[in-house]
C-alpha cells in the first residue's frame, strides 16, 4: 500500500518561507506524476502544483506562482514544496498526491499538513 | 482555466434511498484522440484526505463498492450513490484532468435524512 508522509508546515509569519516534504514508502515515486492540493480550513479543495517524473515539467496555479516552487529528489523518493512571500489566504492543509493511472488523476493522497501564515 | 460547478451544495437522503450529484464543466473534458472523459469524483469523510471514486468519468477505482456510479460525457457528469450508507456521509468533489490548472467542484455534503 502506498504510503505518502507530509511534513514541514507550522506556523509562519506573513511575508514568511517554508519547505513542505514528502516522502513515500512502499512506492517508487519516480515512475509518477506528483502533485501538491490545498485545502483551506473549512474550504473546498484547490490543486496548486504538479511535476512530472523527471522533473522537466512543472505546472502551477497563478495565485502561487513566481512563490511557490515544486521539485522532487527521486534518489530520496521525495517531493517537495518550496513557499516564499506567504500570505494569510495560503493557510491550508497541504496535501501531496500521487498521480499512478495518470498523472493528473489524483490517486494517492497524504494525510497533508497544515500551514498556518498569521502574525 | 475550467470552471467546474456541482450542485446541489447539501443534499439529504435516507438510508438505502439513491444521492444523486450533478457537475458542470465550462468547457468539454471529452479528449477526442482515446474518446476519455477526464473527469474524476472523490469522497472526503471529516478529518480525512480525499479518496479518489470514480476516474474517466464512470471507472470505479479498485475496492469502491458498485453502488457508487459515474456518468456523462462532454460537460455534464453525473454522480450517483445507489442505496446510501451510513458511511457514505461525506463531502464529494468533481475534479477536472484534462487540462491545467487542475480544477476541483465546490464540493457537495451528502448527510443522512
Known amino acids: 500500500e502506498v504510503q505518502l508522509v507530509e511534513s514541514g508546515g507550522g506556523l509562519v509569519q506573513p511575508g514568511g518561507s517554508l519547505r513542505l516534504s514528502c516522502a513515500a514508502s512502499d512506492f517508487t515515486l519516480s515512475s509518477s506524476w506528483m502533485n501538491w492540493v490545498r485545502q483551506a480550513p473549512g474550504k473546498g479543495l484547490e490543486w496548486v502544483a504538479n511535476i512530472n517524473q523527471d522533473g522537466s515539467e512543472k505546472y502551477s496555479v497563478d495565485s502561487v506562482k513566481g512563490r511557490f516552487t515544486i521539485s522532487r529528489d527521486n534518489a530520496k523518493n521525495s517531493l517537495y514544496l518550496q513557499m516564499h512571500s506567504l500570505r494569510a489566504e495560503d493557510t491550508a492543509v497541504y496535501y501531496c498526491?500521487?498521480?499512478?493511472?495518470?498523472?493528473?488523476?489524483?490517486?494517492?493522497w497524504g494525510q497533508g499538513t497544515l500551514v498556518t501564515v498569521s502574525s | 482555466d475550467i470552471v467546474m460547478t456541482q450542485s446541489p451544495d447539501s443534499l439529504a437522503v435516507s438510508l438505502g434511498e439513491r444521492a444523486t450529484i450533478n457537475c458542470k464543466s465550462s468547457?468539454?473534458?471529452?479528449?477526442?484522440?482515446?474518446?476519455?472523459?477526464?473527469l474524476a469524483w472523490y469522497q472526503q469523510k471529516p478529518g480525512q484526505p480525499p479518496k479518489l471514486l470514480i476516474y474517466?468519468?464512470?471507472n470505479r477505482d479498485s475496492g469502491v463498492p458498485d453502488r457508487f456510479s459515474g456518468s456523462g460525457s462532454g460537460a455534464d457528469f453525473t454522480l450517483t450513490i445507489s442505496g446510501l450508507q451510513a458511511e457514505d456521509v461525506a463531502v464529494y468533489y468533481c475534479?477536472?484532468?484534462?487540462?491545467?490548472?487542475?480544477?476541483f467542484g465546490g464540493g457537495t455534503k451528502v448527510e443522512i435524512k
Open positions: 475534479q477536472q484532468y484534462y487540462s491545467t490548472p487542475l480544477t
Open positions: 474517466w468519468a464512470s
Open positions: 468547457q468539454s473534458v471529452l479528449y477526442s484522440s482515446n474518446n476519455k472523459n477526464f
Open positions: 498526491v500521487l498521480g499512478r493511472k495518470h498523472g493528473w488523476l489524483l490517486d494517492y
